[in-house]
């Protein structure tokens, strides 16, 4: 509740202001959009989680060489549960994920603002349908999603100085209504899909969290080119499950995602424990799904040899079809508050994984000695030889005092973006590739960057390939902009 975690709560449209350095000509027109969670009261008056909030982007429309636009928006939703007129003002009691860490009296907590809803005469709220995705925005088959793992994807249309709310997206009834035996009606959707570039197909994981954070089912959607969701199926799973299946990792054969050792209990809420707990004796293991697999029949799981928590996939390599190795930004252990990005959250290692198909099995090595998150590559190849991250130098700690660039093959630090006054917080890099670029580093780096000393922010554009210092074009942005989450480039076209 402190810092470049506080919310603001002015939107901002279309502010033009001129920065230092060019913008290159092939991102002029485009838009940068950069999702978060951003509370529309406050301060907040029940437990609060700093992954909890409204979905604000932050748009950032190059519009010539040296100047841009800025505009911040809520998804302005526009449901029958929110109330859009206490913007700034102290929150009522809600009930939100810092709640289930409070043991029993989070039940106590959702049946009394169950009560209340229905004493205001509110239709029962979807649990699915509480409000659009704060994670990250994703575009596919020509429609865009506020999206996060915890709800139905919601739809908005993105234009330069504007987020319109289309609302809640359930793949031509698909994700509606669905049967009994298939968990509640409403199913969701993920912040991480994988695209395979080459045949644009969409693919995801997803869970329904129930209202104290049981899990209904595991399931597995693979979307055509066309926008339509052609399989579905439920994947099993082991009880108590994982709390969290965040990000994928893709080969040209298959999908993979990583069941971590933090799991989650309802139980424990009982006996006024956190719902999410890590289990050291559970080791993580992955599970590989072919990407033409009909039913879950064709599913499976390879355990690792050791305990760990994954948010982010980073990137994958294949030596042969038998071989594959996944990178990951890898926690050897994870406080069961879950504090994503604080102070005291563990440290995280680059770390790669082979699998070997044949046999079974997972080597593991860390390959940095760097803390890094907020992983990033060059989205047009399954295989990359690059990946950027951010980067807590050597000790863990708040967000990023640097981005780096590292060559997988050779497992070393090939670049390296800090702040020459020391006045920076990065939040998370994103590649671009150039227009027409056919070599994988082909491209520029975009963060918002923090400067805590003037509590401000700047926009930056880097050159993905010298990796130099020296951005490409940086503009101080009219307002500070919180901590996020992630971010997409729409190219002008
Ligand atoms: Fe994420």
Not at 278 to 290: D, K, L, T
Not at 380 to 394: P, V
Request: with cysteine.
């Amino acid at each position: 509740m402190e810092g470049n975690w506080v919310p603001v709560h002015t939107e901002l449209k279309g502010i033009e202001i001129d920065g230092k350095g060019e913008i290159p000509d092939d991102l002029i027109g485009g838009i940068y959009a950069r999702a978060g969670p951003n509370l529309k009261c406050w301060p907040p008056s029940n437990r609060h989680h700093a992954f909890n909030g409204e979905a604000m982007l932050h748009l950032v429309h190059p519009t010539s060489t040296n100047t841009i636009k800025y505009t911040n928006q809520w998804v302005h939703e526009n449901l029958p549960h929110q109330d859009w007129s206490n913007v700034g003002e102290e929150c009522p009691p809600t009930f939100g994920y810092a709640d289930l860490n409070a043991g029993g009296w989070a039940i106590a907590r959702f049946l009394i603002l169950m009560i209340k809803n229905k004493l205001k005469g509110f239709p029962p709220i979807s649990r699915e349908k509480v409000q659009a995705g704060t994670t990250s925005v994703v575009h596919h088959a020509g429609k865009t999603f506020a999206a996060s793992e915890a709800f139905q994807p919601y739809q908005i249309k993105i234009d330069s100085e504007s987020v319109e709310p289309l609302g809640f997206y359930d793949f031509d009834g698909e994700l509606s209504n669905r049967p009994a035996t298939s968990g509640p009606p409403d199913g969701v959707f993920t912040a991480h899909p994988a695209i395979d570039p080459k045949t644009g197909e969409l693919f995801y994981i997803s869970t329904n969290p129930m209202p104290l954070g049981e899990m209904s089912y595991l399931d597995f959607g693979r979307v055509d080119r066309a926008g339509k969701l052609a399989t579905y199926f439920h994947i099993p799973y082991r009880i108590p499950t994982a709390s969290f299946y965040h990000d994928l990792w893709q080969t040209e054969d298959y999908i993979i995602f990583v069941d971590t050792s933090l799991r989650k209990d309802p139980a424990r809420i009982k006996k006024f424990e956190t719902l999410s707990y890590f289990n050291a004796s559970f080791n993580m293991r992955f599970g590989i799904i072919p990407k033409r697999a009909k039913s879950a029949d064709e599913v499976f799981y390879i355990d690792t040899n050791t305990p760990g928590h994954i948010w982010h996939s980073v990137a994958t390599r294949k030596i042969h079809s038998a071989k594959i190795i996944l990178y990951a930004a890898k926690f050897k252990n994870y406080a069961n508050l879950v504090p994503i990005h604080l102070q005291c959250e563990d440290p995280s290692f680059l770390t790669k994984f082979e699998i070997d198909l044949k046999a079974n099995t997972v080597k593991e090595t860390i390959i940095l000695e760097n803390v890094v998150e907020r992983p990033t590559r060059n989205p047009n190849f399954i295989y990359n030889k690059f990946a950027y991250l951010r980067s807590e130098g050597l000790e863990s700690r708040e967000m990023g005092m640097e981005l780096i660039k590292v060559d997988l093959e050779t497992e070393k630090i090939v670049g390296k973006i800090s702040c020459t006054n020391k006045d920076c917080i990065f939040n998370e890099p994103l590649f671009i590739p150039r227009a027409g670029s056919l070599e994988e580093d082909d491209g520029y780096i975009m963060d918002i960057v923090y400067h805590p000393r003037s509590e401000s922010s700047s926009y930056f554009i880097w050159n993905a390939t010298s990796f130099e210092e020296t951005p490409l074009f940086s503009a101080e942005l009219p307002q500070r902009v919180p901590y996020g989450v992630h971010g997409i480039w729409f190219s002008k076209e």
